[in-house]
């Protein structure tokens, strides 16, 4: 239950204008909003000083945003351009009006973001140039930015994990109660609390109650610390849950990776050759899109339909020759290797048979074509199932090599219902007044699928939106 505000219990009660929990990117923006519009906020993180930063710490943070065409990029990249793959890949179930709010701000806050000192160089190879990446990661990101905070004299509490949210008779969101090192301590805002604060990927419970009983064993890409808390906290206080509560974010994952926290080690460069799975056969199409836009699908598909979970991705060296492979790929241990494809399917312990059989009919039919990864070249097989319909070239040139891939979870996608003002919404429909969500929490924004590089931008934008908001709530 919501904690009345001035119950009894606190070892300490602090005030502030602000209260934003969560020191990921959208705390971050959000913090450094309410102070460029004039308010004192403070920065409640669950994790100790050295670990802060959740998800965005150990994201490459690339962002994708409107912009022109330039040397990082093969043509204009419009906020309708955003906007209609944002719509396409949720399959036109995300919300419009949040997804016109983020992609109408998002050139902006990453103007915005550059203004406190971010630099940018060009993301992944093979999108279209609109993805782009902090020069130093999400981990620089992070830094740059409590860097900026500190500077202003901002409070962050570290190891203070939010658990209540303290709520006035009228339903008006006053604070937190949170467990600190002090004990327990009220963190109270004039201008309300932001629930920055992740998804519940990191939280086993939830992950098998929302998204099944496979999910218990995912590799946990980011922090350990996003445990459902925001989401919780608000739920019981009367806000309404939205978007897809039984779905999640994944990649392609090097099966070697660590369990939790493994940070980037994903290959993105799948669709320069074939997934094999453990009976030697290919089930995937994987060039039925650009990577940035089947990467999250396809990870789920191996992970919750190959046998084991587990599958192989298979190339030859004229994908492993090329000069972007390498920048597309962070295996957390060398690959596979051999000369001939019986050998390799020795190595990787499946039916050397199948596998010689799977590759020899998928070169057999390939169609001739230009091949260009830039685009959706149409260079295909025909008569597979299933198909490769772009990108085919034959696996002809050895020595072969291979990667053992699954998936693994990198923030789920259920979340809060919220207005374009970061404002949460009750169960009624209406405005819980002091009460905002960013970043993770905030529901309806992906759906089945992911587009690539848009959840740092997301926490950007409307930490940036919330954070205004806030503050300008205080001062009334
Ligand atoms: C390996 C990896 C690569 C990725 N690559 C990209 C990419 O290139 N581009 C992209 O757009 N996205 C990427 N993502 C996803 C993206 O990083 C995250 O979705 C995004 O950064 C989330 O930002 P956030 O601020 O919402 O949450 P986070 O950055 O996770 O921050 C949430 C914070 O809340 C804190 N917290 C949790 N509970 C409490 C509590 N009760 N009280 C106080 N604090 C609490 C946590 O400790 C954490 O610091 C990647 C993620 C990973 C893990």
Known sequence: ???PFGSPGAAETYEFDVVVVGGGIAGLSTALSVHENGGRPVLVEKAPRPERGGNTRFADAQM???????????????????????????????NEDLIRTLCDNARQTADWLTDFGLEWEPGYPHTAGYRRSPKSGGQGLVDLLFRRLEGFGVTCTYETAAQDLLVDPDGSVRGIRARGPEGIVDLLGRGGVVLACGGFQANVEMRVRYLGRFADSLILRGSRYNTGDGLNMAIVAGAAPAGQWGDYHSAVLDARSPKVECGVTALYNYQMGVFIDRNGRRFIDEGEDFRDHTYVKFSKRIIETAPGGTAWCVFDQQAYQREEFARAWRPVGPPYQADTLKDLADQMEIPAENFMDTIGDFNAAIQPGHYDLDRMDGKRTVGLAPNKSNWALPLSEPPYIAIPVTGGITFTFGGLKCDTSARVIDTRGQVMPGLYAAGEPMGEIFYNNYPGASSVIRGAVYGKIAGAHAAERAKG
């Open 1 to 3: 239950m919501p904690v």
């Open 64 to 94: 994708r945003f409107p912009h022109e065409k330039d040397e990082f990029s093969v043509r204009d990249y419009t906020a309708d351009d955003m906007f209609r793959d944002l719509m396409r890949i949720s399959s036109g179930r995300a």
